[in-house]
């Protein structure tokens, strides 16, 4: 199982990006998708998931600004960041958890089989 996160970079405060995560070896349709972060010298934190069944939750630090979607036929899980602020710097992992138990499991890490080796974002205030 491999999860391949791309699409980080440097971007001015109040810009965008969009992240990528590509998900190989395993069935898509059949893992619930998240997103984390770790800014340095913390934890890394929950972003945003998305259900099996398509139920998306969010953080609430980015909540009306990130975008949580996926393209099944790709295995592909997206993360539109918009509005971005300098807190946002961190490097963002994608994860796959094969069963959830609770809708509150997605903000934990230990939730999650499979990570991504994380890609960096950097806003520039």
């Known amino acids: 199982v491999q999860l391949q996160a791309s699409g980080g970079g440097l971007v001015q405060a109040g810009g965008s990006l969009r992240l990528s995560c590509a998900a190989s070896g395993l069935g898509f349709s059949g893992y619930h998708m998240a997103w984390f972060r770790q800014a340095p010298g913390k934890e890394r934190e929950f972003v945003t998931g998305i259900s099996k069944s398509g139920v998306t939750y969010y953080a609430d630090t980015v909540k009306g600004r990130f975008t949580i979607s996926r393209t099944i036929a790709k295995g592909t899980v997206y993360l539109q960041m918009n509005s971005l602020k300098p807190e946002d710097t961190a490097v963002y992992y994608c994860?796959?958890?094969?069963?959830?138990?609770?809708?509150?499991?997605?903000?934990?890490?230990?939730?999650?089989?499979?990570w991504g080796q994380g890609t960096q974002v950097t806003v520039s205030s």
């Open positions: 994860a796959a958890s094969r069963r959830v138990s609770y809708s509150s499991s997605f903000y934990y890490t230990n939730t999650y089989n499979y």
